[in-house]
């Protein structure tokens, strides 16, 4: 008997493994979408009956699936709108930048096309000194050697760049120029001058006041950006925004119909172009928005980055020389009062702190907000927390407040091997300690800080949260490796519920959004230190097809309209 196309689904995924992340781990054969949502979960040939003349049929032939991925902390608008005309010098990207003089060759040669006087702006890699052959970052002379004929600064990371001669009295920074709150000048201790290397705020002194960039062109950008997630099986983000053009290029592409992703956004409200007051103002709390667009919460930082060396440890960093002091950003009195003033308004709040001084801030305002205005289920985030120094009194009052720490494995694999030098016992005795958050009862999930420092990719960092292994093969504080269900569940079902989205995302089940990923290889058996070659041969966001490697139809042959790639026009 034929269904009737009103009863008909969409699409069909049959014969295949379906890992629901559902709470008893249910494995299906096959998923039926219709109007975006999953309809039923069940054996292929109990589905198969669903199909109807225009049912889009795909055979998973054995392959696995599984719910859409997220990624929990990323600054994508953000870095796609300077991602364009800068010089590629990130290590971590492009292998063959392996030293100094590499980041100077590559300046060079930039400046010989660039018309003198023209600013040129350089990126490299965060912590890239620990990997450079001469075990240090460029130098002010070197930049100057490099584009003697241009004001010049390259970023490492978000926390410190450094900057040329002529970029510094372009912008007036003399031996006479203080280090901002929050911020470092660096001077050479013998002549007094600065040495070009700036830290947090002091960053702000030399980069350039840039006209703000088309919305219509950084939604474009964005879109790109967008669709290299949806290549790893990213389906959701939570992106940290900086400027309303960053807000106004989203607006666009979700009007447009054009989101392969979802996004939540996390409104920066302290170091941003935003007014502290404009949302308490408008009123506005997290989940306004639609499913594919919405508010997550706001973000501010509290320490400096530990990239940049700035982050506030009660103890100093190996080798500190008195160059690395923590900066705080935000001192507690103003931290105290915008999480009052945003707990009290409703609104779910994310705050950075690298080092124990800054977690321990944090954890004093939240405490002091809640105790003032009990909440239930705020879900207020710690970003960063749960890398290091979750002592048992540290996670037991993260646990009692009802906070959700969001902890980093590209920092392990990335970043894995300058921690351990730098943090010595702070790492190699509890250094990213995923699984006693684990065993604490936190739906431990996860962020990136990507995509500038390194790509946007759960998969990887699910991985690395098992493999505990570091980009040389170092492996970390191996007894607190997440199970592998723990760490798929970490990105997918625990992810939904960090972005209050546990009742429609982050599973396969009936009447929940159709996010879903098709793997090109065996999760439960695949090296687990390799996640990041895993490869992804669908995803599927809101029952489209938003990325098809290799989509196989129930016949065997390729379905009709199958490609490689993304479109654009998803929905």
Known sequence: MTIHDALAADLLLVNGRVLTMDEHDAVHEAVAVRDGKIVAVGSTRGLEPLAGAATRIIDLDGRTAMPGLADCHVHLASDASRAVDAVECRDLYDPSIDSVRAIESRIRRWATATAPGQWIVARGSPLADCRLAERRL??????????????????????????????????????????????????????????????????????????????????????????????????????????????????????????????????????????????????????????WLSIGGIKMSIDGGFTGRNAAFSEPLAGDTGQHLGLIRIDQQELDETVDLYHGLGMRICTHAIGDVAMDMILDAYEKALIRRPRASHRHRVEHLGNWMMTPERVERTRRLGILPIANPPFLFFLGDPVVEMLGRRATEAGFPFRTLANAGFPVSFGSDAPGYYPVDPLRDLGTAVARQTLSGQRITEEERLTLRDALRSQTINAAYTGFQERTLGSVEVGKLADVVVLGDDPLTFPPERFHELPVDITIAGGSVVHTGAVRAATGAPPAGAHAGCSCAHR
Request: aromatic letters at 4%.
């Open 138 to 291: 460029p130098t002010r002379a070197e930049l100057d050697r490099a584009a003697p004929e241009h004001p010049v600064y390259i970023s490492f990371g978000a926390h410190v760049v450094i900057a040329n001669t002529r970029a510094l009295v372009e912008c007036g920074v003399t031996r006479d120029t203080p280090s901002p709150q929050g911020g470092a000048v660096l001077k050479d201790p013998v002549s007094g001058e600065p040495t070009g290397e700036l830290r947090e705020r002091a960053q702000f002194l030399v980069k350039r006041k840039e006209a703000a960039i088309d919305p219509d062109v950084l939604a474009e950008r964005i879109g790109i950006e967008l669709e290299k997630c949806a290549h790893r099986g990213v389906t959701t983000i939570h992106d940290i925004v900086i400027t309303r053009e960053e807000i106004q290029a989203y607006q666009k592409l979700a009007r447009a119909g054009r989101l392969p992703v979802r996004v939540q956004l996390l409104i920066r409200v302290i170091e941003s172009s935003f007014n502290k007051q404009s949302l308490l103002d408008l009123g506005f709390v997290h989940g306004l928005g639609s499913e």
